[in-house]
């Protein structure tokens, strides 16, 4: 299993950033995706998830600003930022998981990563 990620960068706050993760030797609609993120000095935090019946869930601090999606044709999983704050800052990551449900599988020892991309935001 590979994942690929690509996108993110530098924004503003208010703007908006998409990540991507193109999975190789997995498919995204089998099982449990989704994104964490790690800022520096903090622990690794779950932003999101989609199952394998494509049930989402987001972590509070982002629901209604992030939003997961996949392209099962093209196998890639997204993630759409939107009214990016300056602690959304972080290292992000796309997860993928064996199960078709996502419960605590995700981020466990089990879980494919990918190679991380950094988003910035500022004040």
């Known amino acids: 299993v590979h994942l690929a990620q690509s996108g993110g960068g530098a924004m503003q706050a208010g703007g908006s950033l998409a990540l991507s993760c193109r999975a190789s030797?997995?498919?995204?609609?089998?099982?449990?995706m989704g994104w964490f993120r790690q800022a520096p000095g903090k622990e690794r935090e779950r932003v999101g998830s989609?199952?394998?019946?494509?049930?989402?869930d987001y972590t509070d601090s982002v629901r209604g600003r992030f939003s997961i999606s996949r392209d099962n044709a093209k196998n890639i999983l997204y993630l759409q930022m939107n009214s990016l704050k300056p602690n959304d800052t972080a290292m992000y990551y796309c997860?993928?998981?064996?199960?078709?449900?996502?419960?605590?599988?995700?981020?466990?020892?089990?879980?494919?990563w990918g190679q991380g991309t950094q988003v910035t935001v500022s004040s």
């Open positions: 030797g997995y498919s995204v609609r089998s099982g449990c």
């Open positions: 989609i199952d394998s019946f494509a049930v989402t």
């Open positions: 997860a993928a998981a064996m199960t078709k449900t996502c419960s605590t599988t995700l981020g466990g020892t089990s879980t494919y």
